[in-house]
């Protein structure tokens, strides 16, 4: 696969041969045409919700990636970097969702590869993620096969009454 990076635009080829086109979401109607995918993720996610999660996480530096094949958006990647203690300078991926009639085609995979990418520019150390394997059992497989490696566990603790 081939790819072009400038400072607006990802260009890159599907195993199809097609044109996938991953840029980052800027506008409220980028991140209003995102809604759908993001929902197949989060289905309880509802639109105002949404907007004021966005407007609160964009100030705080998450950015949003948008996968684009003919304008459709088939995909999206959250990220937000971090500096600490532990490991540096990294990049977390909030989240990676494919649009389910896209699934299975390579898209997730040149999502993180992007990802991967940006964030070596940016001079990041490492880029993390947490799976919760009980709602989504395939994903942390195929992070592995995306070259993630397991460490330790994901803990919480609700403060919602």
Do not use: W
């Not at 080829?13 to 044109?19: H, L, P, R, S, Y």
């Not at 949003?64 to 203690?85: C, K, Q, S, T, Y």
């Amino acid at each position: 696969m081939t790819a072009a990076v400038d400072t607006d635009e990802y260009h890159t080829q599907t195993k199809e041969g097609a044109e996938l086109v991953i840029r980052e979401a800027r506008s409220d109607e980028d991140y209003y045409r995102a809604y759908p995918v993001l929902l197949q993720l989060i289905p309880d996610l509802d639109m105002q919700t949404y907007a004021q999660r966005v407007f609160v996480a964009r100030a705080t530096g998450y950015r949003m990636f948008m996968a684009e094949l003919d304008e459709d958006v088939v995909g999206v990647i959250g990220v937000i970097h971090n500096h600490n203690l532990h490991d540096g300078f990294v990049t977390y991926i909030e989240q990676v969702v494919i649009d389910e009639d896209h699934r299975g085609k390579g898209y997730g995979a040149l999502l993180l590869e992007f990802a991967e990418k940006r964030a070596k520019e940016e001079g990041c150390d490492e880029i993390e993620l947490d799976v919760d394997e009980n709602e989504n059992p395939d994903a942390e497989a195929f992070y592995k096969r995306n070259g993630f490696k397991v460490s330790g566990k994901y803990l919480y603790k609700s403060l919602k009454e």
